[in-house]
Every structure is written in structure tokens, then in C-alpha cells.
């Protein structure tokens, strides 16, 4: 007894349904990581709790290089430490993604043997 054509058709369209899918769900992740409105509604809260503070403002040291380093370097470990963990989420998700793919053409080839 074989397979109809569509009924291979059918579930091969099925699978790219629901890997677009994914896709579009891990694409709206990214969008999401973002999260503009929370970091706006942070710095109006340290504009505020900067106002009521009585320590004198930080100024310039008189050494751009150092001034920029001293700023900017806990800044970026703590962004390159969370865009490894993202890196690695990625890497995690798209081997789990690419063995579904692999998964369903092996279904695919098998479905299309079968129907011969």
C-alpha cells in the first residue's frame, strides 16, 4: 500500500508550518531582549534618585583614556558575559532545530520510499 503524493506533500508542508514557525517565535525573543520601555523607565528612576543626592556628581579626571576605561570596562564584561550565555542559547537551539530538520527529511525520504 503506498502514499499519495499529497499525502506527502501534506506532511512535508506541515513540518516547514511549524519550523517557520519556531523561527519567527525565536526572532520575536531577540526582539524582545531589547526591552526599551524597561530601560527607559530605569534611567527616568536614576535621573530621580540622582536629584535628591547630596554626594557631588562624578567629574573628569583630566585623562579622557582613563576616565572612558574606568566606565566602560564593568560595562562590557558584563555585556560580553551575557552575550556568550545568549550565544550559547543560540548555538543550543539551533543544534536542536537543525536535528529537527534532519528528523523530518528522514521522515520525508522515508514517506517518498514508501509511496514508490
Known amino acids: 500500500m503506498g502514499l499519495q503524493p499529497q499525502l506527502t506533500r501534506s506532511i512535508y508542508d506541515q ?16 526582539k524582545n531582549e531589547g526591552n ?11 535621573v530621580e534618585e540622582a536629584k535628591d543626592r547630596e554626594d557631588p556628581a ?3 579626571s583630566g585623562v579622557p583614556a582613563q576616565d572612558v576605561r574606568s566606565a566602560l570596562v564593568p ?3 558584563r555585556h560580553r558575559s551575557h552575550l556568550r ?4 542559547e543560540r548555538q543550543r537551539r539551533s543544534s536542536s532545530l537543525a536535528q529537527d530538520v534532519l528528523a523530518g527529511r528522514d521522515s520525508i525520504a ?3 520510499r514508501l509511496s514508490r
Request: glycine share 2%; aromatic share 10%.
Open 85 to 88: 550565555r545568549a550565544l550559547h
Open 36 to 46: 526599551l520601555e524597561g530601560l527607559f523607565s530605569l534611567l527616568d528612576k536614576i
Open 75 to 77: 560595562f562590557l564584561l
Open 15 to 30: 513540518f516547514i508550518s511549524q519550523l517557520q514557525a519556531s523561527i519567527k517565535e525565536e526572532i520575536q525573543e531577540v
Open 58 to 60: 562624578w567629574r573628569p
Open 110 to 112: 522515508e514517506l517518498q
